[in-house]
């Protein structure tokens, strides 16, 4: 009986130990970062390595951020039905089929394109995925235990980015994409598995996500989203005709405009079309003042010099986000297919963290007004060292580029790019301290989730329009001429800088 006893003992302190604060707040928040690193970065790669055009993979890229531009809009369901434990698992469990699916259509003939897909759709559950964990984590825990875990949510989400940028990606390089994809879903589903047993309730469910469901799918819900499919559908059908296929022979100014291009023109004129109708969004979403949501709306847009703000906001990080776009096929069609792992698990990603604690530990010294500027022309700068290098290496790209032999290009080019690349993440890292220390300084001290929401947002939507232009620069001027047109992308951004408010220490929105 004794023996027994004290294995029920050792059993019971195995749960106890699995249920710790500590160990669910970085298990949860590696499985926030991982499918991310995953979507979000190693696709570029992924896709090049197969040989997908540049147009394609800008198109691709623009549209899986999307969601994460998008998700403050669902973000109020994931609150109002179930509980954050029950959106948590059922989106990770998603993830997980994601990835096996990855595994097991990589090898049939379209698998790319289904693998695409499959990757667009995984962002939206990766959207979710990211709410349901930050409600989850604010709701178990106490202000007292937020602070005190807060490092581990950031070094689970370093770990997760290590584990995809370098773990994942050396596999890809050595044992090829199966494999990547099988060692994916092998270390998401230890995770899950992990979460089904050993997560605890956060709350009791609040009103049954069929209901939902029976929301969503019905009426102009289910319009929108038919309608949305349908174009997207009708334009690649439109595209891949027969039909297009002669009349581009008989234009020949058409020959340069295909599916890829299509969508991309949609999208501007998406953006276009946008903002000619701001009025009628921002009536629509404060149709009810009185509701939180709308008081919240109302009180971001009546900031001091919000024009000034949001176009700061919107424009900052054009030229990042064209760069990074492309950097990972630059990697690629250079031939440094097997250095990809090393140079963004063990340079970039350190080089990021130490300038993102750099970066906010000297604003917190020398303040954000001062450092604002020279913090983000470095992280733009690097733009014009990354096109430098593009033209340095041009013959090698011509050499490699989709080729089954590579020319090597030699051990001192590629100190270059681990320089420069390093050079570009840790620049990249003191402009990320400034966005974040900004962002926080406009979110009124009543409304600071959903003002936060909503920067975020606006942060991003320059990312999918930039990203879809990214590959058609590339594919008609190349590498080069791209990344030095991606600093002139940033150059509205920082002009904007001294005509911004709540720069100074002691002008903080809703806090002065």
């Known amino acids: 009986m004794s023996g027994e006893t004290e294995k029920k003992e050792q059993t019971k302190k195995n749960k106890s130990f699995f249920r710790k604060d500590g160990v669910w707040a970085f298990s949860t928040y590696f499985a926030e970062g991982f499918p991310f690193i995953i979507i979000r970065n190693l696709s570029t790669f992924f896709f090049r390595d197969m040989n997908v055009s540049h147009e394609l993979i800008g198109l691709s890229t623009s549209f899986f951020s999307l969601p994460w531009i998008l998700k403050f809009l669902w973000g109020p369901w994931v609150d109002e039905y179930s509980n954050k434990r029950r959106w948590m698992l059922s989106m990770q469990m998603g993830l997980f089929f994601m990835m096996v699916l990855a595994a097991l259509l990589f090898p049939l003939k379209d698998g790319v394109l289904l693998i695409a897909i499959l990757f667009f759709i995984g962002a939206f559950l990766s959207a979710t995925n990211d709410i349901s964990i930050d409600g989850y984590y604010m709701v178990v825990l106490d202000k007292a235990g937020q602070a005190k875990f807060l490092g581990y949510r950031v070094m689970a989400y370093r770990v997760a980015m290590l584990t995809g940028t370098a773990g994942i990606s050396r596999i890809a390089a050595y044992q090829g994409w199966y494999w990547a994809f099988v060692a994916s879903f092998s270390i998401f589903g230890l995770v899950l598995f992990f979460h089904l047993f050993f997560l605890k309730e956060d709350a009791l469910p609040k009103k049954k996500i069929t209901e939902l469901f029976s929301r969503a799918f019905h009426g102009k819900s289910l319009i929108y989203g038919m309608g949305g499919i349908l174009v997207i559908a009708s334009v690649y059908l439109f595209f891949t005709s027969q039909f297009y296929k002669e009349v581009q022979g008989n234009v020949p100014f058409l020959a340069k405009i295909d599916f890829?291009?299509?969508v991309t023109i949609l999208l501007f004129l998406g953006l276009v079309i946008l903002?000619?109708?701001?009025?009628?969004?921002?009536a629509f979403i404060?149709?009810?003042?009185?509701?939180?949501?709308?008081k919240a709306f109302l009180s971001f847009m009546a900031q001091e010099k919000i024009g000034a703000i949001l176009a700061f906001i919107i424009l900052l990080r054009a030229g990042e986000f064209t760069?990074?776009?492309?950097?990972?096929p630059f990697i690629v069609d250079l031939g440094l297919k097997m250095h990809y792992w090393w140079l963004t698990g063990f340079v970039g990603l350190p080089a990021t963290i130490l300038g993102a604690m750099l970066g906010g530990w000297m604003i917190s010294k020398f303040s954000l007004k001062k450092l604002a500027f020279p913090f983000i022309l470095a992280q733009n700068v690097t733009n014009i060292i990354y096109a430098l290098l593009a033209f340095h290496l041009a013959k090698f790209i011509t050499l490699n580029a989709g080729g089954e032999h590579i020319t090597s290009v030699g051990m001192f080019n590629i100190v270059l790019v681990a320089?420069?690349?390093?050079?570009?993440?840790?620049?990249?890292?003191?402009?990320?301290?400034?966005?974040?220390?900004?962002?926080?300084?406009?979110?009124?001290?009543?409304?600071?989730?959903?003002?936060?929401?909503?920067g975020s947002a606006l942060m991003g939507l320059s990312n999918p329009f930039v990203s879809a232009l990214s590959g058609h620069i590339v594919h008609a001027w190349g590498y080069g001429t791209l990344f030095g047109m991606s600093f002139l992308f940033s150059i509205p951004g920082m002009i904007l800088i001294p005509?911004?408010?709540?720069?100074?220490?002691?002008?903080?929105y809703g806090e002065a």
């Open 260 to 262: 890829a291009t299509g």
């Open 275 to 282: 903002a000619l109708s701001r009025k009628k969004i921002t």
């Open 286 to 294: 404060t149709r009810d003042p009185d509701s939180y949501y709308g």
């Open 323 to 328: 760069l990074s776009t492309m950097t990972n």
């Open 419 to 454: 320089i420069t690349h390093g050079f570009d993440q840790f620049s990249g890292g003191l402009g990320t301290a400034v966005l974040m220390t900004y962002l926080m300084r406009i979110c009124h001290r009543d409304y600071k989730a959903s003002h936060f929401a909503i």
């Open 499 to 508: 005509f911004i408010p709540y720069l100074s220490d002691n002008s903080r």
